[in-house]
């Protein structure tokens, strides 16, 4: 075995050395290098996530742009709960480390765009049932102002008012979405079936023992059929 001379020990230590750098560059990063993507924990903000700015058009939906602050403000919803699938592990470079070969970035990302096409899908549907005057990101932002101002005025004259007295956008978007899916639905339910026969059907289907006569429940069997149909008709209009 040829033996090491001084010089060929130094530059083995210096191997040593780099490998040992790099290695502990990647447990505390999370990264290999500065070429890198950033090494993101659990607590970095959807913008930084989804590398998303707000006027962006991530994609479209029968011709209304997506933008990404509608993306975002999806995100923002469902980011607790992408995290709490993917486990304890929320150190740097949570945001990359696949389970089931799925990234956390990936899973946010698809459920954020997902949520935001159903979102519009919705408004699109609102506008053309003559709910609303404007599907856009702008039309959005434009109520939530004109609702806030209105309730300024309300507090100012000591008015009552239902709620808060001013909404954020995340608030105002679930409350605006649960009205319009109740006009919607009203609208929608002059499409269903909602015979007699359909009802006790239903009733019948899903009663359990001890549940009221079908007289009590109607109403509510009534009300959960047009749920169920206005609901599988908005995803397929988001999916179409």
């Given at each position: 075995?040829?033996?090491?001379?001084?010089?060929?020990?130094?530059?083995?230590?210096?191997?040593?050395?780099?490998?040992?750098?790099?290695?502990?560059?990647?447990?505390?990063?999370?990264?290999?290098?500065?070429?890198?993507?950033?090494?993101?924990?659990?607590?970095?903000?959807?913008?930084?996530?989804?590398g998303?700015?707000?006027?962006?058009?991530?994609?479209?939906?029968?011709?209304?742009?997506?933008?990404?602050?509608?993306?975002?403000?999806?995100?923002?919803?469902?980011?607790?709960?992408?995290?709490?699938?993917?486990?304890?592990?929320?150190?740097?470079?949570?945001?990359?480390?696949?389970?089931?070969?799925?990234?956390?970035?990936?899973?946010?990302?698809?459920?954020?765009?997902?949520?935001?096409?159903?979102?519009?899908?919705?408004?699109?549907?609102?506008?053309?049932?003559g709910?609303?005057?404007?599907?856009?990101?702008?039309?959005?932002?434009r109520?939530?102002r004109?609702?806030?101002?209105?309730?300024?005025?309300?507090?100012?004259?000591?008015?009552?008012?239902?709620?808060?007295?001013e909404?954020?956008?995340?608030?105002?978007?679930?409350?605006?979405?649960?009205?319009?899916?109740?006009?919607?639905?009203?609208?929608?339910?002059?499409?269903?079936?909602?015979?007699?026969?359909?009802?006790?059907?239903?009733?019948?289907?899903?009663?359990?023992?001890?549940?009221?006569?079908?007289?009590?429940?109607?109403?509510?069997?009534?009300?959960?059929?047009?749920?169920?149909?206005?609901?599988?008709?908005?995803r397929?209009?988001?999916?179409?």
């Amino acid at each position: 075995m040829r033996s090491l001379t001084p010089g060929r020990w130094a530059a083995a230590g210096a191997a040593v050395l780099v490998l040992a750098g790099v290695v502990l560059l990647i447990a505390l990063t999370g990264r290999a290098g500065p070429d890198g993507p950033p090494p993101l924990t659990a607590s970095a903000g959807v913008a930084e996530v989804l590398g998303l700015t707000p006027t962006q058009t991530v994609t479209t939906f029968r011709g209304e742009p997506v933008t990404g602050a509608e993306v975002l403000r999806a995100a923002a919803e469902l980011r607790a709960e992408v995290i709490s699938r993917y486990g304890t592990r929320l150190g740097p470079g949570f945001w990359d480390r696949p389970r089931d070969g799925v990234t956390p970035r990936r899973q946010l990302r698809e459920k954020a765009v997902g949520a935001a096409v159903l979102d519009k899908a919705r408004r699109v549907w609102a506008r053309e049932a003559g709910l609303i005057g404007d599907a856009g990101e702008q039309a959005f932002q434009r109520e939530l102002r004109e609702e806030n101002a209105r309730r300024a005025a309300a507090v100012a004259a000591g008015r009552p008012l239902p709620g808060v007295p001013e909404y954020d956008e995340f608030t105002y978007a679930r409350v605006r979405a649960a009205e319009l899916d109740s006009a919607l639905g009203k609208l929608f339910a002059a499409t269903l079936d909602l015979s007699e026969k359909r009802l006790r059907a239903r009733y019948e289907q899903v009663a359990t023992q001890g549940a009221p006569p079908y007289e009590q429940a109607r109403a509510g069997v009534r009300q959960a059929l047009i749920i169920e149909g206005y609901q599988k008709e908005l995803r397929a209009r988001a999916a179409a």
